[in-house]
């Protein structure tokens, strides 16, 4: 088995393998290197811009393709920073290739390849944990799903008003104004390219039937923005929405009043909200099934390099901590790394030969240092051995607010 990175002429080819993999339609008459040269001459997608970054598993032939997957770099949010993460899209093989360890050699190759190429984080959203977890990736956000009866909500004291986006408006700066307000508050939160925004200049409601509006208040300030059509399958008209944003309450409360003002023709509408979000006081009426909310797990994450990932993290207070970790797949992540931190100061960390306050695998530490849980939880984790008080480590490991709400 061979295992590089792809080549020109092998792109069309991992395109192929994506739609027979997530069961879609592609088709192209342009030869492998004509669709390079379209998709990547002027790029409206990551994946088109870093193409050279896609990572295959070949016969030794090194020209039978039997796995494939993208590593798509990303600038994310975290704690009080940025940080670059590289997203893991379009994991596919061959049918005739599954359990020939195409994957599994794609990942040794990568891991330390990213770590070379300066990534702090990585993402990937799995079609296993199980599977996943054999890499180093560990549960990373999580997401809440409201089902709202529209019927049941009330109206609202929002002043301001809604428009509709559609073909020759340019709400661009409005909507990444929004984004940018809402990404603040998230680890993983994605930072956008421009041609991530381009939807709020191509909006087409009336053929694509997805419908966008902006909120804004009096003065014209964008406070949020939702994308909605008809749910699939849906015998009572219920809406789904693909995105809704705010900056703050009022934002929320004028994108409700939008939703309610549809009542007349649908019965619910659903979206997705980060899991800190307490919305039961705006809603009066639950009994019935009025409102309803559910927890959906949201992707993996993974630490690729600690050094860097302690160096940018927000401690709390004044400390010193030794943190003993084992990654079997970047090298330069094992062994004990102790981080001194105190208020106005960056974060100062070494590897040490000190005893370790705590022991945990790049999983557990993964996890951890995004902010998933408090380490109230450690005792109950089957990789985690805490050699110091709680209070001493809780103040590099504390539950912080996570939300991703980018496919890749």
């Not at 693909?242 to 009043?257: I, P």
């Not at 208020?343 to 960390?349: K, L, S, T």
Request: aromatic fraction near 14%; charged fraction near 20%; proline fraction near 5%.
């Amino acid at each position: 088995m061979i295992v590089r990175q792809i080549r020109p002429e092998e792109y069309k080819r991992v395109q192929e393998f994506c739609a027979l993999a997530f069961e879609y339609s592609f088709h192209t008459d342009k030869s492998p290197i004509e669709f390079w040269e379209s998709e990547t001459k002027e790029p409206s997608s990551r994946q088109a811009a870093h193409w050279q970054s896609q990572w295959a598993a070949f016969q030794d032939d090194d020209q039978t393709m039997m796995s494939t997957f993208t590593v798509i770099p990303y600038t994310v949010r975290f704690d009080h920073g940025f940080a670059p993460m590289m997203g893991i899209g379009g994991v596919s093989t061959l049918p005739q290739y599954r359990k020939h360890g195409g994957i599994r050699a794609c990942f040794e190759k990568a891991l330390p390849q990213m770590y070379r190429d300066g990534a702090v984080f990585s993402y990937l959203y799995p079609f296993s944990t199980l599977y996943y977890r054999k890499f180093g990736y560990e549960l990373g956000c999580d997401r809440v799903k409201w089902t709202v009866t529209l019927n049941a909500l009330p109206r609202f004291d929002a002043p301001g008003q809604c428009s509709l986006l559609e073909k020759g408006c340019d709400f661009t700066v409005a909507v990444t104004a929004v984004d940018q307000a809402w990404a603040k508050r998230y680890n993983m939160a994605v930072q956008p390219e421009a041609f991530e925004c381009r939807w709020a200049t191509q909006a087409d409601p009336f053929k694509d039937k997805e419908y966008s509006y902006l909120y804004h208040s009096p003065d014209g300030t964008p406070m949020g923005y939702v994308s909605f059509g008809m749910k699939p399958g849906s015998a009572e008209r219920d809406l789904q929405c693909s995105r809704f944003v705010f900056t703050c309450a009022e934002g929320f409360m004028g994108l409700m009043n939008l939703l309610a003002s549809l009542q007349a023709d649908h019965a619910r509408a659903s979206f997705f909200l980060p899991t800190d979000m307490d919305l039961s006081a705006f809603y009066p009426e639950w009994s019935f099934g009025a409102v309803e909310r559910g927890l959906e797990f949201f992707g993996m994450v993974r630490v690729i390099n600690v050094e860097a990932a302690l160096k940018m993290a927000a401690m709390r207070g004044e400390g010193k901590l030794s943190i003993a970790l084992t990654d079997s797949q970047i090298s330069q992540n094992n062994g004990c790394f102790t981080v001194s931190f105190k208020p106005g100061a960056e974060n100062q960390v070494s590897k040490t030969n000190d005893t370790p306050d705590i022991l945990m695998s790049i999983q557990a530490f993964s996890r951890m240092l995004l902010g998933r849980c408090d380490l109230d939880a450690a005792p109950g984790l089957p990789d985690v051995t805490l050699q110091c008080d709680i209070e001493k480590a809780a103040r590099v490991f504390y539950r912080k607010p996570l939300y991703i709400h980018t496919y890749f």
